[in-house]
Every structure is written in structure tokens, then in C-alpha cells.
């Protein structure tokens, strides 16, 4: 089992940045690919980035391509995303999820947190 917790959601004017934090419980955390998603109000859940289990390698949303950065530490048991040059669109709920083997871009993943909003004013 495993247990996320995400923090660093916040307002923050458009074109600013924001660091989103994702604490997991478990020693097994190392093993699982680690990737964020958001969902705005009456929209799907959409994958926004994702990492592998050892940092090898990063996946990102064509929204968020050059935008943003994910990574993780291990020894800490924790995955962020820095953002950057926010935009309106950008805003929503954002999650934090785990999977035990590859990354999929899709909402197949095995762990996820509650959520963190992320405003963006305009």
C-alpha cells in the first residue's frame, strides 16, 4: 500500500510559478513511477507529467512541455512538479499518483492522493 499526500497548491497570478509536492508513505516508494495529473471543474482528469521509478526518464503533457519539471527524491519518498509561467488553463485539482511498473499517460495508475487546487488568476 501506499499513501500520497500532496501539498503547494495555492492562487497565484498568471505567468508565475508554483512547486507542487507529493509525500509518499511506504518503503516501497522507490520501486513505483511516481506522475501528476489535474482535473478542472467538468473536465476529465488529464495526465500532466510522470517520472520513472529511478528518475531515468520524464513524460510530459504537450500543455506543459517546457513549462514544467518533474522529479523525485527517494530518500525522502517524495515527487515534484515545479511550474512554471502558469496560465489559466493551467488551473485545477492537481494529483498525485503511483504505479508499480511503467508510466501510461492514462489514468491507470494504482495509488492517488486527494488533491491539491491550483487557482491562477488571470
Known amino acids: 500500500q501506499v499513501q500520497l499526500l500532496e501539498s503547494g497548491g495555492e492562487l497565484v497570478q498568471a505567468g508565475g510559478s508554483l512547486r507542487l509536492s507529493c509525500a509518499a508513505s511506504?518503503?516501497?516508494?522507490?520501486?513505483?513511477?511516481m506522475g501528476w495529473f489535474r482535473q478542472a471543474p467538468g473536465k476529465e482528469r488529464e495526465f500532466v507529467a510522470a517520472?520513472?521509478?529511478?528518475?531515468?526518464?520524464?513524460y510530459y503533457a504537450d500543455s506543459v512541455k517546457g513549462r514544467s519539471t518533474i522529479s523525485r527524491d527517494n530518500a525522502k519518498n517524495t515527487v515534484y512538479l515545479q511550474m512554471n509561467s502558469l496560465k489559466p488553463e493551467d488551473m485545477g485539482v492537481y494529483y498525485c499518483?503511483?504505479?508499480?511498473?511503467?508510466?501510461?499517460?492514462?489514468?491507470?495508475?494504482?495509488?492517488w492522493g486527494q488533491g491539491t487546487q491550483v487557482t491562477v488568476s488571470s
Open positions: 511506504g518503503r516501497t516508494f522507490s520501486s513505483y513511477a
Open positions: 517520472i520513472r521509478w529511478n528518475g531515468g526518464m520524464t
Open positions: 499518483a503511483a504505479r508499480r511498473g511503467t508510466v501510461v499517460l492514462g489514468i491507470d495508475w494504482d495509488y
